[in-house]
């Protein structure tokens, strides 16, 4: 464990952390846009910036990606700290002024108007989206594109990426609705990387609810059979719900004595084994309703 000062507080911590993780479970908060716990530290939108002193000297650094160091002095809301944080949350304003997080974090410190030209941008270039697509899903099918002031996130060649599923992990993280996702019939589309992906039919509902190669990829990982994924959220959980209630009406637990706890979330080839313990379902249909 380390010693660090944060805002005049002694803290222990571990050392693997960063100021930003130390700061936030001793309680500071300190604003962020680009920084996620399941992604590495970016340190692009800088807003998470503190002031620290070591050896006599203080000077401004981005938490998000600084280790803690033994007797490390940190102030997260210094004159000095929310000076910078006034600046850049204007940048972005002027960037993107209807974005609503921006448009939140300049109200809290206290930023009416940017001085700046308005851009009329949508997307803060924080990176949540390539890094989740790159680090998480392992498709890196999005990447910044262009330079300077025509930097932009797309797919390669502004055409749809081969490499996309469709999971909208993207658009789930994109801290400002840049990124949108729609069903238009059968197919999941990703309007701003032009991209339209295949769903899969619930055999049961008939409902299109996710996309095929997102599926794919799901069992892939899970290392389970085909066919895991093959009914909706909604169809399962009814199919689950059956199972149990069957299970319950003829005895299930005396019968599968020695088995695993049975749990409320039967996956489908779970609730298939089940059915094949117990015996086929009684006769009468209330007990399956």
Not at 76 to 104: F, G, Y
């Amino acid at each position: 464990m380390l010693n660090v000062i944060i805002d005049g507080r002694k803290i222990e911590t571990p050392e693997d952390r960063t100021i930003l993780q130390a700061a936030r479970a001793s309680g500071a908060k300190i604003p962020t846009l680009c920084h996620h716990d399941a992604l590495s530290p970016y340190g692009s939108c800088r807003l998470c910036v503190v002031e620290i002193v070591k050896n006599g000297r203080s000077r401004i650094v981005t938490s998000c990606n600084y280790p803690v160091e033994e007797g490390l002095v940190v102030l997260t809301d210094s004159k000095r700290v929310l000076t910078h944080r006034k600046m850049l949350i204007e940048l972005l304003l002027a960037r993107c002024p209807e974005a609503a997080v921006v448009k939140d974090l300049a109200r809290q410190l206290g930023v009416e108007k940017p001085r700046f030209p308005e851009a009329k941008h949508d997307c803060i270039l924080c990176g949540l989206c390539v890094r989740v697509c790159e680090e998480r899903i392992g498709a890196a099918a999005i990447s910044f594109v262009n330079r300077g002031t025509e930097e932009d996130v797309g797919a390669p060649f502004d055409i749809s990426s081969e490499t996309c599923i469709g999971c909208g992990a993207c658009a789930s993280l994109c801290p400002t609705g840049a990124i949108d996702m729609e069903t238009v019939q059968d197919l999941m589309r990703i309007n701003r990387f032009r991209t339209a992906k295949q769903l899969h039919l619930c055999p049961s509902c008939g409902k299109p609810y996710a996309a095929e190669l997102q599926l794919g990829w799901i069992e892939d990982r899970l290392g389970r059979p085909s066919g895991l994924t093959t009914l909706c959220v909604d169809c399962r959980r009814a199919q689950s719900a059956k199972v149990l209630r069957s299970l319950l009406a003829m005895g299930g637990r005396e019968r599968m004595e020695g088995q695993p706890p049975h749990r409320q979330d039967f996956t489908v080839p779970e609730a298939h084994e089940v059915r094949l313990r117990i015996g086929p379902a009684p006769s009468n249909g209330d007990a399956c309703a």
